[in-house]
């Protein structure tokens, strides 16, 4: 079984997997957390958790993605599960390695409005490149993607019900005006994991006769 599995894995996608997630830990850890500007899904509930209980999304993040991972793996293969194993250490020891770290830009806790906009293009870029390779930088995007196959809707829609619901929890420790814009920013990070889904990759010309 486990050499079925790495039969359909790919190196490359291990590696995209892998660095897209350590950008979006970047940004989520030197953005968002600093900002007071929350994520939806596992990324803002991470936050929450880490504003309540102090418990870092290093070892959150971890948690819950893996949770998620097993209830989604049936519907999206295999591979994907090693795809976004590799995904969700690139996060985990990333988000590590940028803690240590003092804020790149801090002035961005006095400009919510730029780091909505930047988070969501670290966070849409991050997850559309890792959901492209066939994986997930987590487990909202794992219950996403599946819900999408099953479904057949468009796979930012599902993110932004998640993120919704992730924001009104997020109430309870940011303030309204600071989840408006956590709001824009899961809006423009689903429509940028949408985009990324939709371009179309030349097909390779196979030489076989």
């Known amino acids: 079984m486990f050499r079925g599995i790495l039969r359909d894995v790919k190196p490359a996608n291990c590696l995209i997997a892998f660095f897209s997630s350590a950008f979006l830990a970047f940004g989520l850890c030197h953005v968002h957390s600093m900002s007071g500007v929350t994520e939806g899904g596992v990324l803002g509930l991470t936050l929450l958790l880490e ?6 999304p290093s070892v959150s993040g971890m948690i819950l993605n893996f949770f998620c991972y097993a209830l989604g793996w ?8 090693v ?41 849409g870029i991050g997850a559309g490149l890792c959901v492209r390779a066939g994986g997930a930088t987590g487990g909202d995007d794992a219950l996403a993607m599946s819900l999408a ?7 930012e829609w599902i993110y932004l019900f998640s993120d919704i619901t992730v924001l009104a ?41």
């Open 169 to 209: 929890l997020s109430v309870s420790y940011i303030p309204l005006g600071r989840i408006g814009y956590s709001l824009l920013t899961v809006i423009l990070s689903g429509q940028i994991i949408g985009l990324i889904q939709k371009i179309k990759l030349p097909k390779r010309h196979s030489n076989k006769q």
């Open 149 to 155: 196959k099953l479904t057949h809707r468009n796979i």
């Open 51 to 56: 504003h309540w209980f102090d418990i870092s």
């Open 74 to 81: 049936r519907t999206l293969g295999r591979s994907f599960i």
């Open 83 to 123: 795809y976004s194993v590799a995904a969700t250490f690139g996060f985990s020891a990333s988000y590590k390695l940028w803690e240590q770290f003092d804020p790149f830009w801090p002035e961005l806790a006095e400009m919510p409005f730029v780091a909505a906009v930047v988070g969501a293009i670290f966070v």
